[in-house]
């Protein structure tokens, strides 16, 4: 099976724009959930979602916003982008069947932003 | 609210030490203890996992035992090598909550040293 995939692996953006990250779980998987990775934070839970529903979310700001399709793909997008939004952008999946599942996770998003 | 704490790093190792990787967590329920393992320029991988106390987890010569009466998931392994050089997470979820968030410690850089 193809393992998660995430679009794009870099991105470069400035201040006050928004952006899109897209990710492609594996096949069968329909728990995605989004970590921000910073070296300052560490790893932080931002949302997961199921079934095209959000089941959960982080202590992010409304600026931080995501969804998934019926195929299971996830989106998240990030508006008025600021300095701190900077980070490796993780996306993971898990099948979701009993709990305590174990999420595989993408290679990542890095943004920067300037 | 759930947390993990991690021993602090960095850790360097000459090749063959025994390493040991302290993980002491904080949760209401029985969670799920996982190690997570994060190579340069990758995603986490699951390195291993362990889902009720005294189980033991397992996997490329590296083990850990949930420990509930201490509340620790320590990670060890008896000869380390050059390739096992990243950083090392402890995590945990809660199979209760109804979600996959993963709250994760704040990550081991280990260098191993030929």
């Known amino acids: 099976k193809a393992g998660v995939t995430q679009t794009p692996r870099y991105l470069i953006k400035t201040r006050g724009q928004q952006v899109t990250l897209s990710c492609s779980p594996i096949?069968?998987?329909?728990?995605v959930s989004w970590y921000q990775q910073t070296p300052g934070q560490g790893l932080q839970f931002l949302f997961e979602y199921f079934s095209e529903t959000q089941r959960n979310k982080g202590n992010f700001p409304g600026r931080f916003s995501g969804r998934q399709f019926s195929n299971s793909r996830s989106e998240m997008n990030v508006s008025t982008l600021e300095l701190g939004d900077s980070a490796l952008y993780l996306c993971?999946?898990?099948?979701?069947?009993?709990?305590?599942?174990?999420?595989?996770f993408g290679p990542g998003t890095r943004l920067l932003v300037l | 609210g759930d947390s993990v704490t991690q021993m602090e790093g960095p850790v360097t190792l000459s090749e063959e030490a025994f390493l040991t990787i302290n993980c002491t967590y904080t949760?209401?329920?029985?969670?799920?203890l996982f190690w997570y393992v994060q190579y340069p320029g990758e995603g986490l991988q699951l390195l291993l996992k362990?889902?009720?106390?005294?189980d033991k987890g397992s996997n490329k010569g590296f083990e850990a035992t949930y420990r509930k009466e201490t509340t620790s998931f320590h990670l060890e392994k008896g000869s380390v090598q050059v390739s096992d050089s990243a950083v090392y997470f402890c995590?945990?979820?809660?199979?209760?909550?109804?979600?996959?968030?993963?709250?994760f410690g704040t990550g081991t850089r280990l260098t191993i040293i030929p």
């Open positions: 993971a999946s898990s099948p979701w069947t009993s709990g305590s599942e174990t999420q595989y």
């Open positions: 949760a209401t329920g029985y969670p799920s």
């Open positions: 096949s069968g998987h329909r728990s």
């Open positions: 362990a889902t009720k106390a005294d």
């Open positions: 995590a945990l979820s809660d199979p209760r909550s109804g979600n996959e968030k993963l709250t």
